[in-house]
């Protein structure tokens, strides 16, 4: 009896010795197109830096796209085939996933240090990475605000650069409303207004939001409130301006196409941009244009815009040593302090931490500064709601019912009732 | 076309050229305009340039011919994305073939009991769209380790009973004294089938080679359910998700459907005296 | 002598029975463990309250939702319209190319034989997205050619609209389904006893005549297994829906195929989904088991 307990003894120092010394280990990671991180000749690099730290930890990269991204991992957690790691943002993580019980609690990465050095960067990051109980389902690396952005050279031509702040990058609602009225007699197309699926919804959001500073969600993110009386009055306006071709919607496309339309000039703006589609359509912009972001126009003049978060995840696989190999990528990639900025470098985001101060002085992203202007201005990251992945599917039927002429009191309450009823 | 026109009867010298057969033909010749033009626009798409592809005046020809589409295209496993779905299709047909003309045979030939309510059900079953049970499969799939590789494509298109029931009516046209004689001759069940029936029923595995290969080909539904890793997608798969969020690039996509097309096509071309022939002998005797 | 023979009928038949299951075995396996053991599992779940986090028992309830659902009732429409309209177009479009073309030459049957068979060899993806493009309403090839000819005066977003986008649809799924069966008729038209059609000739029968009581009687096998084939491609039409309208403008490109896939993957609502699925499996079912005797019986 004692000689067994003995052997067992020694089988069971000999496992967790042999797992001090990081096992080989093999884990899996996908990664959802956050600005570089959908290259491989990036995220190889990143891999052969971690792997000179940690030479016994492989890590498989899949890369998935957010048309059908969705969909794989739903299919991956039927069939039990999740990844170890996920890179998003936590909308999926922590609403959706998260909530589902699918992910592990990052509390292990989440120290004081990177609470208080993520705090200072914005509360709201931090809040946003912690489901409504209080578990950290998503460790963030980057972030930024999506804003929209304007062909200068279009709004030149139709004497609408009058309308805007230059300084400040804002505008007020009724110069909106003007600038577009004149782009329109100057033969312009303004804007189009893109509702053929979920693609790029954050900005058809913004702008319907902050026409007349409405709220997406209620402050405590238990309900979706743009059946207020301002929700309703910036949707009306936008389905005047399509009316009299101040603006126009099209059912067809989703943002990326609209990207497209505004990068060969097509439209004189595009409600679809930030640091990463900057550094993305870069080669794309035709002569005739010259982007310039701005910042969502507003009533009141102070927009409020939304945010993009994106970071790790870790699917609860019920395996411990990849779990904790897992961990071990996580830290490295975003707290080191080599490795970190670098990381975020290639996202061409912002860094969430406070310390990392401006990653993009003096390197060839230098561009980037131009976004750093509209970090001030980020709102509540209400993505986090519950119902979140149902709200956006209401959320474009919503505006391709407004748009073909739909009542759109009767419209918003339909889709409100649908997506409260969503809220778990 | 006109030419055509003044050889047909000498050809085969029976018909009169009518006022309706001109017309006929000037429309069958635009419309083959018509269906060939949307493979000449992938082509010449997949070489056209950012610019040009979202031009707002169309370019009939790429003016400023480039290879960049390629280049990006490649730097994705594309090969490997054919070579996966090569292997789907090869592997669907081959099993499909086997069980079918078996299955085929024994509702047409032998009298077991059960077998009316089992060729009703094939018959009731055959035109289900997968979608209606995807989720079951799915989980079926996970459960047996297969999701995620290419047998959680290839299995539930071997299911399918359409191939059952396209070889039973091959097998029917088999006179039974054939089988009779056989048997008599002492040879078994195997021998019968292998030696007598195969070489009878083989139009008809031609046919459902055909069918099923370009069925497993243009399965897109199943592929994009099952498989989630990159080095196990298919090139439908692939042209897919050339789709970004924050740019759509429909040169880079043409490349992507001219990879995935003109293969096919070319081989297709080279055989399409056999294609044809098989397709047309599997059905049109019945 | 009698008991005999009773004895070696018995043997006869159950060698038979044995044989024939052995040779059923392998379809079986495949058709039970990968089409009829899912099915009865959809079935399970359909009466389940079945989400990612939720799998409760809840009767009947998922059944009469979909009846109240109006976005279901749409899909199952548009499901029906794509059907009923493309599948007679297929049919007889294929027969009169094939009657126009079988008695060319050999060079120019082949010809049109490859041309309207490209669009299948190309793949539904790949003949998807190239549509995507042409209809795209800034700089699509379309509108800038309606335009040129005068044809409209503003661009039209084919795929935006809901008046058009089904229509749109059910284009591009007429160009991929035609070319099977023009390649049958063609070579169906061409196995046609021709004594029999020369001595309805000599009795003076119209053109019309001899197709309808010659010809057409010994087509119909071909015809019937094209009825199967067409059916079968328009019910499963589904990269066509999901890569260029997403079900949209309004769900008025949505069928059910489309819908169900939405619940499951979109919403996570599997036993919903399932629900779906078992009725519109029984429609289905039923609709190739009236379409298969009807056509049976015509066959005589």
Known sequence: ?424 | MQKTMQKKPSAKGVEKVTPYKVISVIILLLLSAFFIFTLYWIITGSFKDRQSVIAAKPEWFPSNPVLDNYHSLFEKPALRWLYNTVLICGATMLLTCVSASMGGYAIAKKKFAGRNLIFTIFICAMALPKQVILIPLLKQMSFLKLHNTIWAVILPNVGWPFGVFLMKQFSENIPDEMLEAARIDGAGETRTFLEIILPMIKPGIGALAIFTFITAWNDYFMQLIMLNDTNTLTISLGIAKLQAELSTDFGLIMAGAAVGSVPIIIVFLIFQRYFTRGITMGAVKG | ?300
């Open chain 1, 1 to 424: 009896m004692k000689k067994m307990l003995a052997v067992l003894l020694s089988v069971f120092m000999v496992l967790s010795l042999t797992a001090i010394a990081e096992e080989a280990v093999e884990i899996t990671l996908w990664t959802f197109p956050v600005g570089g991180w959908s290259k491989s000749e990036v995220v190889d690099e990143i891999l052969a830096n971690f792997n000179e730290v940690h030479p016994n930890i492989k890590v498989t990269v899949q890369y998935l796209d957010y048309q059908s991204g969705d969909d794989q991992v739903t299919a991956a957690i039927e069939a039990g085939t999740t990844p170890d790691i996920i890179m998003e943002g936590p909308e999926r993580l922590v609403t959706n996933w998260g909530a589902a019980g699918k992910m592990l609690d990052l509390a292990e990465l989440w120290t004081e240090e990177a609470q208080a050095d993520i705090n200072a960067k914005s509360p709201a990051i931090v809040s946003a990475c912690k489901s409504p109980d209080g578990v950290f389902y998503e460790y963030p690396l980057c972030m930024t605000t999506h804003t929209m952005t304007i062909n200068k050279q279009y709004f030149e031509q139709a004497d609408a650069l009058k309308y805007l702040d230059e300084e400040t990058r804002t505008w007020t609602t009724d110069d909106f409303v003007s600038a577009c009225r004149a782009l329109r007699d100057a033969g312009f197309i303004p804007g189009i207004v893109y509702c053929g699926g979920h693609g790029g919804d954050q900005g058809t959001r913004a702008l319907a939001m902050n026409l007349y500073s409405a709220k997406f969600t209620n402050p405590e993110h238990t309900a979706y409130t743009m059946d207020s009386e301002e929700g309703i009055k910036g949707l009306t306006l936008l389905q005047d301006m399509v009316k009299e071709g101040a603006l126009q919607a099209d059912p067809a496309i989703v943002a990326g196409d609209e990207i497209a339309l505004f990068c060969n000039g097509t439209a004189a703006m595009s409600f679809c941009w930030n640091a990463g589609a900057a550094e993305t359509n870069k080669a794309s912009l035709a002569d005739n244009v010259t982007s310039f972001p701005m910042a969502f126009p507003s009533d009141d003049g102070v927009p409020e815009l939304c945010g993009g978060i994106w970071g790790f995840g870790i699917f609860d696989n019920k395996d411990e040593a990849k779990a904790k190999a897992a961990v071990e990528f996580i830290r490295f990639v975003c707290d080191d302090v080599e490795q970190g900025p670098k990381s975020v470098y290639a996202t061409s985001f912002f860094p969430v931490r406070e310390s990392f101060g401006d990653i993009y002085a003096g390197t060839d992203k230098e561009d980037r500064a131009e976004f750093a202007i509209f970090l001030p201005f980020l709102g509540d990251y209400y993505n986090v709601t519950s119902g979140w992945t149902v709200q956006r599917a209401e959320w474009w039927n919503l505006l391709q019912r407004i748009f073909a002429g739909g009542d759109v009191a009767a419209e918003v309450a339909v889709y409100i009732e649908n997506s409260n009823a969503s809220i778990k």
């Open chain 3, 1 to 300: 002598m009698q008991i005999s023979s009773k004895h070696s009928m018995r043997m006869a038949r159950r060698r038979e029975n044995i044989s024939g299951y052995l040779f059923m075995a392998p379809s079986l396996l495949f058709f039970i463990g990968f089409v009829i053991f899912p099915m009865g599992m959809c079935l399970v779940t359909s009466f389940f309250n079945y989400t990612m986090m939720d799998f409760s028992f809840i009767g009947l309830k998922n059944y009469s939702e979909m009846f109240a659902d109006s976005v279901f009732i749409k899909s199952l429409v548009n499901t029906i319209v794509i059907v009923v309209v493309s599948v007679p177009i297929t049919c007889v479009f294929s027969l009169w190319v094939a009657s126009l073309i079988y008695k060319m030459k050999d060079v120019y049957t082949s010809f049109f034989r490859c041309v309207f068979y490209l669009p299948v060899v190309t793949g539904s993806v790949a003949v998807t997205v190239v549509w995507k493009w042409i209809f795209n309403n800034y700089y699509g090839l379309l509108n800038y050619v309606a335009k040129n000819l005068g044809l409209i005066s503003t661009n039209v977003n084919w795929i935006g609209n809901s008046n058009t986008a089904l229509g749109c649809i059910i284009m591009i799924l007429l160009t991929t389904s035609v070319g099977q069966p023009i390649v049958l008729y063609t070579s169906a038209l061409s196995n046609v006893d021709k004594s029999l059609i020369e001595a309805a000739q000599v009795d003076g029968a119209t053109n019309l005549q001899t197709f309808w009581y010659i010809k057409w009687p010994q087509i119909m096998y071909t015809t019937l297994y094209i009825l199967i084939i067409t059916t079968i491609n328009s019910f499963q039409c589904f990269a066509l829906i999901q890569l260029l309208t997403s079900g949209g403008p309004n769900y008025s490109t949505s069928t059910i195929m489309y819908y169900i896939y939405y619940n499951a993957f979109k919403l996570s609502r599997y036993g919903y989904g399932s629900a779906m699925g078992i009725f519109l499996a029984a429609i289905i079912a039923i609709f190739s088991a009236l379409q298969f005797k009807v056509a049976k019986t015509d066959n005589g």
